[in-house]
């Protein structure tokens, strides 16, 4: 059974910082893409960041310069730096593994910037 579970998410200030995880099991991490997406209220479902088994690294324009992923094989986690959090980037964050054709989601953790 493939679980991805998140956590790190809150409120914080307009310019502060908040670091997501996501802890995965049921898949064999270190051969999987690991990435991040989020859902503003009313709007789709958006790429924040993707890291691939390489750690080759792929960041939506909109964070781009204010966020970073990482990962860390030995632990099955994924991990989201956020810097300089703005108002607009007030979402639901999901966690997101594919491998081939395989794709899993987090129930996602909540991050609210207030202004």
């Known amino acids: 059974q493939v679980r991805l579970v998140e956590s790190g998410g809150g409120l914080v200030q307009s310019g502060g910082s908040l670091k997501l995880s996501c802890v995965a099991s049921g898949i064999n991490f270190r051969i999987w893409s690991m990435g991040w997406y989020r859902q503003p209220p009313g709007k789709q479902r958006e790429l924040v960041a993707l890291?691939?088994?390489?750690?080759?690294?792929n960041v939506g324009y909109a964070v781009k310069g204010r966020f970073s992923i990482s990962r860390d094989n030995a632990k099955n986690t994924v991990y989201l730096q956020m810097d300089g959090l703005k108002p607009e980037d007030t979402a639901d964050y999901f966690c997101?593994?594919?491998?081939?054709?395989?794709?899993?989601w987090g129930l996602g953790t909540q991050v609210t910037v207030s202004s």
């Open positions: 890291i691939d088994k390489e750690n080759v690294t």
């Open positions: 997101y593994a594919a491998f081939q054709s395989a794709t899993y």
